[in-house]
RNA sequence: CGGGGCGUGGCGCAGCCUGGUAGCGCACCUGCUUUGGGAGCAGGGGGUCCCGGGUUCAAAUCCCGGCGCCCCGACCA
């Protein structure tokens, strides 16, 4: 049956199509101060599902969750010399309080590695303190030249970790542990993204940062969004807190500090990696309602069949609505397509003469009539294949936008279309400038096979190219 | 900062050129009928026309000056 287009396609203007998804799906709205936004609570249900996935991850290496000020005295940020650099052209600054003006201006947190560097310095005197794993959850400004709801918003809600180490190698170590433990699990596993992780340039690794590493996923029109990155700091950060402590053999020594952030952005490439013309495709790993229970008539025959399947579907464990509201059939099931529920299960009366109910996919649109007794099951049991089926089409379209190519011309033929692999050394610092002048960048730089380099300068890296969000 | 566009009920827009009763669609409210893909009919409510000044008997409309927002590029999670 043909269905009225309810958002514009995304052949036809892929912007568009996400400002639409994002309105009508009822995700967010811009605030009343330019660049802020307004989530609402379908979005913000998506982004607890996120929080507490990698919450239970970030934990489960060890971290501690804490919470610093939102404020951070305007000298703090100057005490690293590139991370001033890097970010004071964004800082929000509050220059009046109280009714009069301030001593010293008062910086909203872009990020916290500075408040985060002085307070573990106290906290660190020993070896034996270390290394000190902490994370936080909170909001943080960036005012940005240009905004984009959930992918780059003035204020924005994230996780910071932030941690020290005795040596080099332990944070090294911590940090990838972090990367491809908590970020690249989540990612693939949760989200059902194909994730090319690896490191960012000099010119892209974060300000004050020894090595940034990066998790990159190709978006449904062939731009790439950097979704999670982990940072070894170095001693930088140490040095300008004077992060000490004495090691075992009484050794006075400076401690090596990492720093791991994920943020309300991942919402954005959620909706631009799985969403279609119809709307958002929630993973059902991830989604706050994985099966919805639709009573196309609202009547005695079948309300008892709808509280029965959602009775069987809440106790196997499966996230569950009913929608049994008044409203015309057709709007309901367009809101619950826009909103990507993995799974639809229709009961009405037509169907349930039969003895059956309509099991609908999200992904693929399928719909098959199932026996009212075997409803539940088959709806639970959609729920991997769907996760399954969202994983292969993401990692068959990144494949089959992905070239690989020898020059730079090739690359930014490539670049227009996807990305482009080719080796770091024929880029190198000149390319990545002729890149950049076609808004083309250098996303990361892997090993031969796709892994993180540990080495830096190593003869063989691989850089992966494209235009990005 | 450069380039485009726009400010008129909640949302999307028309009206402006050529000044004269503020209009349409959606949404909303009430009632009835409906419910297998954005329901139908009837009735109803809701407006500092972005702000300030000017011209005029009369300004959403013309003139001057502000402000704000959106989109496309350079900076970034």
């Not at 310095?121 to 070896?127: D, P």
């Not at 943020?263 to 994985?290: E, F, N, Y």
């Not at 959602?310 to 996230?319: I, K, T």
């Not at 009961?347 to 719909?367: F, N």
Request: aromatic content about 8%; glycine content about 6%; overall charge negative.
């Amino acid at each position: 049956m043909a269905r009225a287009p309810v958002l514009t396609p995304q052949a036809d203007d892929f912007p568009q199509w996400y400002q639409d998804v994002v309105a009508k799906a009822e995700l967010a709205e811009n605030g009343s101060v330019r660049g802020t936004m307004v989530i609402r609570p379908y979005a913000y249900s998506i982004w607890e599902r996120m929080q507490g996935e990698v919450d239970a991850r970030i934990k489960a290496t060890g971290a501690e969750n804490v919470y610093f000020p939102l404020f951070i005295p305007e000298s703090h940020l100057q005490r690293e010399a590139q991370h001033v650099e890097g970010f004071s052209p964004e800082l929000a600054v509050v220059t009046h309080a109280g009714g009069k003006e301030l001593a010293e201006p008062i910086v909203v947190r872009p990020t916290s590695e500075t408040v985060f560097g002085e307070f573990m310095a106290k906290w660190i005197q020993s070896y034996r303190d270390l290394p000190l794993l902490l994370n936080q959850w909170a909001n943080v400004v960036r005012w940005e030249l240009r905004p984009r709801i959930f992918l780059r918003t003035s204020e924005f809600l994230w996780q910071e970790g932030h941690t020290a180490h005795a040596s080099q190698a332990d944070a090294a170590a911590y940090a990838r542990r972090i990367h491809f433990d908590v970020y690249l699990a989540f990612l693939r596993d949760v989200l059902a993204l194909p994730v090319l992780v690896g490191i960012k340039t000099d010119t892209e690794r974060f300000a004050g940062a020894i090595n940034t590493m990066t998790c990159e996923v190709m978006m449904r029109d062939g731009k790439a969004l950097q979704m999670a990155t982990s940072h070894e700091l170095g001693q930088n950060f140490a040095r300008a807190f004077e992060m000490e402590f004495s090691d075992a053999e009484g050794e006075r020594r400076l401690a090596w500090t990492t720093s791991w952030g994920s943020s309300t952005r991942m919402v954005g490439g959620l909706i631009m990696a799985h969403g279609d013309d119809s709307g958002l495709r929630v993973p059902p790993v991830l989604a706050p309602i994985q099966v919805v229970v639709v009573a196309v008539k609202d009547d005695d025959e079948t309300r008892p069949v709808v509280e029965a399947v959602e009775r069987e579907l809440r106790d196997a464990g499966v996230r569950v609505r009913v929608d049994a509201r008044p409203a015309g059939l057709g709007r309901r099931l367009t809101e619950w397509e826009l909103k990507g529920v993995p799974v639809r299960v229709e009961i009405g009366p037509r169907d349930l003469a039969e003895g059956v109910v309509s099991v609908v996919r999200r992904d693929t649109g399928e719909k098959a009539a199932v026996p009212v007794a075997a409803a539940a099951a088959a709806a639970r049991d959609l729920l991997a294949v769907v996760q399954e089926s969202l994983a292969e089409e993401a990692r068959t379209r990144a494949a089959s936008l992905t070239r690989e190519v020898t020059t730079i011309e090739e690359a930014l033929e490539a670049a227009e279309t996807g990305f482009a692999r080719l080796p770091w050394k024929t880029v190198g610092p000149e390319g990545e400038k002729r890149l950049n002048q076609k808004a083309v960048s250098v996303r990361c730089l892997q090993t031969p096979d796709g892994g993180v380099p540990d080495d830096a300068d190593a003869d063989d890296l691989v850089a992966v190219v494209g235009r990005s969000y």
